[in-house]
């Protein structure tokens, strides 16, 4: 072979390895250099309580771990809008998606299990990112199917929009020494509708430490018991007016019955099929509160008719930086004003950076209105055990903390094998 013909084997060569190697026209191109397109699946952040369990129903998608690393954030928040309870889906863009938003609302049925709402939400969430899927690579592989519509019938609940709930959970620990033993049981019956809304609740509470010191046996018990209801009437979009009750007894508060009607009306200055997002509510009741003490009160009463009202203003807001809630409230009793409460709570999530997040929970009260407090005081035990109330002025709490998240930004799938938590508890649920 001469020299011409080696060197044109050797472009001929070379031409049909670039033929092999190059991908043929009209298939998919490295992309890693080009940041300006998209990658082949879409990039979604799930955020509110529980939310990242739906990350499964969306195979056409990749889960980010926070909200700079994704293309499209999805808020899933319970609500309640003119046509009652809901389950809210916030969709906004970002990036090359960015300014593109939409809302999509799904209603339970009246008695609706919890996994068929579970199923609908995912469901809705699926048909929320399809219009954004469409323009990633993946929507090649993506197939819509449509189900033929099943003709309306009568619905009849034979429960009237009724939902109950009934509890029991003991919690049993000791050592040779000590032993804590704890019950608590609970039965709700709620009805919900656009117009109206009925809460009731019965609950009971006990709890007893046993000690013994050097062949000292030392026991400390408190119990209580209550029975709430409410009722509410929603007027329209901003104003509801309604009343509230609650009967009981109490170690604690030395409470032998006490009893508490108090009617009570509501504005939301935001309509309230906004809450998901913000809410700024002024509520306002007063009513009487008829009370036996177990034990004469340092103002030697042992039984009395109160009446007291109170204010109260709480900002409820979403937003993409994070979350805010805060209310403060006051209260006195009319026949001495000076005998009264101020109260403030706040809780804060902001989000710093990508994946820091600054958590801060604060609250306190002023107390001037301690009108049950025992006139025998409380023992040793009662006090080291808080089993008994104890005078004082004020109350406060404050936490706060950093979370940082790092690593893969598409690692947030749910795994519940194995639980996620322990702990000793007896309960029983309907």
């Not at 009652?84 to 938003?101: E, K, N, P, W, Y």
């Not at 404050?398 to 508890?425: D, E, I, K, Q, W």
Request: proline share 5%; with cysteine.
């Amino acid at each position: 072979m001469n020299r011409n013909t080696g060197l044109s084997f050797f472009i001929a060569a070379a031409a049909l390895v670039l033929v092999l190697v190059s991908p043929p026209s009209g298939f998919p191109q490295d992309r890693s250099g080009d940041p300006a397109l998209p990658p082949d699946n879409l990039i979604v952040f799930l955020a509110g309580t529980g939310a990242a369990s739906y990350a499964l129903e969306i195979p056409f998608a990749e889960i980010a771990a926070d909200p700079e690393s994704a293309q499209i954030v999805v808020e899933i928040t319970p609500g309640r809008d003119g046509e009652g309870d809901c389950v809210t889906l916030s969709f906004s863009g970002r990036g090359i998606f960015q300014g593109r938003a939409d809302t999509l609302t799904y209603h339970p049925g009246p008695g609706e299990p919890a996994e068929t709402t579970r199923k609908e939400v995912g469901r809705l969430l699926q048909l929320g990112l399809v219009r954004f899927a469409a323009r990633t690579p993946s929507a090649g592989r993506i197939d819509v199917v449509f189900q033929d519509q099943v003709k309306p019938t009568a619905v009849s609940d034979p429960w009237n929009f009724w939902v109950f709930s009934l509890s029991v959970n003991g919690f049993l620990s000791g050592q040779k020494a000590y032993r804590s033993q704890s019950w608590h049981g609970a039965a709700t019956a709620n009805r919900v509708t656009p117009e109206w809304k009925i809460r009731t609740a019965l609950e009971f509470n006990w709890d007893k430490n046993s000690y013994d010191y050097q062949g000292f046996l030392y026991e400390s018990a408190s119990e209580s018991r209550n029975a709430t209801g409410l009722i509410v009437w929603s007027l329209d979009d901003h104003w509801s007016i309604g009343v509230s009750a609650a009967a009981g007894d109490s170690t604690y508060n030395n409470y032998d019955f006490r009893l508490a009607v108090k009617p009570a009306v509501e504005f939301d200055v935001f309509p309230y099929a906004e809450s998901t997002k913000k809410q700024l509510c002024i509520l306002y009741y007063a009513g009487p509160e008829f009370v036996r003490y177990r034990e004469e009160t340092i103002f030697d009463k042992r039984r009395e008719t109160l009446w007291k009202e109170t204010l109260s203003i709480a900002l409820d807001l979403k937003r993409p930086w994070g979350s805010l809630s805060a209310a403060l409230s006051g209260s006195h009793y009319f026949h001495d004003f000076r005998k009264n409460r101020l109260r403030f709570e706040a809780d804060i999530s902001w989000r710093i950076v990508q994946g820091l997040s600054l958590n801060i929970d604060v609250g306190g009260s002023r107390i001037r209105d301690q009108l049950a407090l025992a006139k025998g005081g409380a023992s040793l035990e009662e006090v080291l055990l808080r089993r008994r109330q104890l005078a004082t002025g004020y109350d406060y709490y404050l936490s706060a903390g950093l979370s940082y998240t790092f690593g893969s930004v598409r690692g947030t799938l749910v795994n519940p094998r194995f639980g996620s938590g322990s702990g000793t508890s007896i309960s029983i649920r309907f």
